[in-house]
């Protein structure tokens, strides 16, 4: 699929156009646990056709595991049937350590099997786009560091920051080209701990070394979509939008309203209904007005595409992802 072509057919006026991160809610399609879905490519693969034959979105997305990059470097993963997995320690806290940090072969931990999930995925769905995920660099960096730690060390230990960011950036690349190869179109890559720095770290500390990774595997044919959903991504749009991915989506901690006016007419950006108020704990009146809401705000302008804020808790309600998409569909049959 030529992805540039895509994304400009997602500007046409009045296009129907519906991207949230849509992907752990198949639990309950499959009839299995959160623990079942993220150590199984099989199960994987299923849920994201499951969710592409239910809903009406302009394309695929797997699922936004973010302990599964830093398993592959050695870091020690809790697994709960019922939760998406975290990192329970540093792995790293020194310069030191970070210099010797070995990078992991694509493969390492279960990267293998997010990467089989998409294979499986790509013969299931043909009919839109295919996003594989992955983790962002700074993001990878502080779970290896651990989030608070590294956010300190911009200020304390600049060296270490850079030393994790150069071993994580080139993991990250070779991952993302292993999704390219089975036939992923494009990547989503989750940048959420660069928004909880100030805008000035994020120029240093993230937008190099996430530009490194875009420069390397976009192309025609793929794309790379940019998500940060921390509380300050609204203040660094400059530098977020240096870094020359795809395509943009926002969290709903930034205000789409002034974010849709601040970016290009010809750059797609994509947000941003809160996943847990309205999506898992909302009613479907509730999302349908949060929803509804946000397009009178932004559904005019053309580069806009309505979406969830993060990925959609595993457990939220059907009956409120339906809603979303009924919302969406109302408007945009206007």
């Known amino acids: 699929?030529?992805?540039?072509?895509?994304?400009?057919?997602?500007?046409?006026?009045?296009?129907?156009?519906?991207?949230?991160?849509?992907?752990?809610?198949?639990?309950?399609?499959?009839?299995?646990?959160?623990?079942?879905?993220?150590?199984?490519?099989?199960?994987?693969?299923?849920?994201?056709?499951?969710?592409?034959?239910?809903?009406?979105?302009?394309?695929?997305?797997?699922?936004?595991?973010?302990?599964?990059?830093?398993?592959?470097?050695?870091?020690?993963?809790?697994?709960?049937?019922?939760?998406?997995?975290?990192?329970?320690?540093?792995?790293?806290?020194?310069?030191?350590?970070?210099?010797?940090?070995?990078?992991?072969?694509?493969?390492a931990g279960r990267t293998g099997l997010y990467v089989d999930s998409i294979a499986k995925a790509r013969k299931l769905i043909n009919d839109r786009p295919l996003l594989a995920g992955a983790i962002g660099p700074f993001s990878l960096a502080g779970r290896l560091n651990d989030v608070s730690e590294i956010l300190?060390?911009?200020?304390?230990?600049?060296?270490?920051?850079?030393?994790?960011?150069?071993?994580?950036t080139p993991f990250i690349i070779d991952y993302i080209k292993a999704f390219k190869a089975v036939g992923a179109d494009g990547v989503l890559l989750a940048e959420p701990l660069t928004g909880l720095m100030s805008a000035d770290m994020a120029a240093e500390f993230s937008e190099p070394y996430v530009k490194q990774i875009a420069d390397a595997v976009i192309d025609d044919s793929f794309a790379l979509i940019y998500h940060n959903c921390g509380n300050?991504?609204?203040?660094?749009?400059?530098?977020?939008?240096?870094t020359g991915c795809s395509a943009y989506h926002f969290g709903n901690a930034v205000d789409m309203r002034k974010v849709i006016a601040e970016v290009p007419a010809d750059v797609i950006v994509m947000g941003n209904v809160d996943p847990a108020s309205q999506f898992c704990n909302g009613t479907p009146d509730s999302i349908r007005k949060a929803t509804l809401d946000l397009l009178a705000d932004c559904g005019a302008h053309a580069n806009y595409v309505p979406s969830s804020g993060c990925d959609i808790p595993p457990h939220s309600p059907w009956e409120n992802i339906d809603s979303f998409f009924g919302a969406v569909a109302d408007y945009y049959a206007k």
Not at 56 to 72: I, N, P, Q, R
Not at 152 to 168: F, I, P, R, S, T
Not at 232 to 242: T, V
């Open 1 to 107: 699929m030529n992805m540039n072509e895509w994304l400009n057919g997602l500007r046409e006026p009045g296009v129907y156009k519906c991207m949230p991160i849509l992907t752990f809610p198949s639990v309950s399609l499959l009839g299995c646990s959160v623990k079942d879905i993220v150590t199984n490519s099989d199960l994987q693969a299923q849920g994201m056709k499951a969710i592409s034959d239910r809903v009406k979105a302009s394309a695929c997305v797997s699922f936004m595991d973010l302990s599964v990059e830093a398993e592959a470097f050695g870091s020690e993963i809790r697994f709960a049937d019922n939760e998406v997995p975290v990192v329970t320690k540093p792995l790293v806290t020194t310069v030191e350590e970070a210099e010797a940090l070995t990078v992991p072969q694509v493969g």
């Open 152 to 168: 300190m060390n911009c200020y304390d230990d600049e060296d270490l920051v850079h030393a994790l960011m150069k071993k994580v």
């Open 232 to 242: 300050n991504a609204g203040g660094m749009l400059d530098s977020i939008l240096r």
